[in-house]
């Protein structure tokens, strides 16, 4: 079956770093743009970075800004590294595949940044 496997989430302290990885699961992620969004509790989900698939066009949020990074290592994987981290950075982290025919996205991974 075909889909998105995120990894990398938990818990994480203020002011510091985690990594998310999103795999494509029997496809490769080569012609597609992704993304990556978060849904805080009680809140809509919202996107945070998009990277095209040639990896040559790059957006962030300005919530996350400077402090994400987004990249594309292969054509199966893509990462977003999260440094600075805020308490507001805590909620469900999906990733997403699309291109004008496809569209997929993973089950999600639990992001909580405490002291």
């Known amino acids: 079956q075909l889909g998105l496997v995120e990894s990398g989430g938990g818990l994480g302290l203020p002011g510091g770093s985690l990594r998310l990885s999103c795999a494509g699961s029997?496809?490769?992620?080569?012609?597609?743009?992704i993304g990556w969004f978060r849904q805080a509790p009680g809140k809509e989900r919202e996107a945070l970075s998009c990277?095209?698939?040639?990896?040559?066009?790059i957006w962030y949020a300005d919530s996350v800004k400077g402090r994400f990074t987004i990249s594309r290592d292969n054509a199966k994987n893509t990462n977003l590294q999260m440094n600075s981290l805020k308490p507001e950075d805590t909620g469900v982290y999906y990733c997403?595949?699309?291109?004008?025919?496809?569209?997929?996205w993973g089950q999600g991974t639990q992001v909580t940044v405490s002291s």
């Open positions: 997403n595949a699309f291109t004008r025919l496809r569209n997929y």
């Open positions: 029997g496809f490769t992620l080569k012609n597609y743009a």
């Open positions: 990277i095209s698939s040639s990896g040559g066009d």
